[in-house]
């Protein structure tokens, strides 16, 4: 009987902190930030592209701003990748990363791990067109100083330009980044911290996807 009871208590404790969780980050990620945000007419075009569950920045190559296949050496991919135009750069728990190149792949015990918050975090940086026909993206036209602020804060999450583990094709990889992957900070909140750092609208704590998209 106690045991009963104790079970119950930890089921009902599992629920609560879920609801809770899905609850404040539903509210926050609902309120606005930079919602004063206005597109610059000719300005940088910038992308946030969805999978459904993890968003990515998709960016030009090259910009006055930045020339990315300087930070990350397209010498270093399997393939060429120099033809390509953009960059999508994502951020995420190694491990997870590694061991789930489709939602099929989906393994619990590892996104457990990964929400320890105590496993590497890495940079998943992909040399690709711009945003497809098929992808859940926003895209918005901005200043030269907020794509600055952006560049500068991606930049900041890098440790190394050497990869730390080969990707899922020929024309993507992984780089080792600041930070660990936790509840709290998700790809998603990582993603949304960035869109804050240059000016541009977003929630005030984004862990879904779709609360990274609904703002622009």
Same mark, same amino acid.
């Given at each position: ?50 999978? !459904? ?115 899922? !094709? ?47």
């Amino acid at each position: 009987m106690r045991a009963g009871c104790w079970l119950l208590r930890v089921v009902k404790t599992i629920f609560g902190a879920v609801f809770l969780y899905a609850g404040a980050a539903l509210v926050l990620g609902y309120l606005p930030i930079n919602r004063n945000f206005a597109e610059t007419p000719g300005g940088v075009l910038i992308a946030v592209c969805s999978n !459904g569950v993890h968003t990515d920045f998709v960016l030009p190559v090259r910009s006055e701003e930045v020339d990315w296949s300087a930070i990350f050496p397209p010498a270093q991919y399997p393939a060429d990748v120099t033809r390509f135009d953009h960059i999508g750069i994502g951020w995420g728990d190694l491990d997870f990363y590694k061991s789930t190149p489709r939602w099929a792949d989906f393994d619990s015990g590892i996104a457990l791990r990964a929400l320890t918050g105590l496993g590497p975090a890495a940079l998943h940086v992909q040399y690709r067109p711009g945003p497809g026909p098929n992808e859940d993206c926003r895209q918005a036209e901005i200043s030269i100083p907020q794509y600055r602020a952006l560049v500068n804060y991606i930049a900041a999450t890098t440790t190394s330009p050497v990869p730390v583990a080969s990707g899922y !094709g020929a024309t993507d990889l992984f780089f080792p980044a600041q930070g660990r992957f936790s509840l709290i900070k998700s790809c998603n909140v990582w993603v949304g911290q960035g869109l804050k750092a240059a000016g541009l609208p977003t929630g005030l704590w984004t862990p879904f996807s779709f609360q990274v998209l609904s703002h622009l």
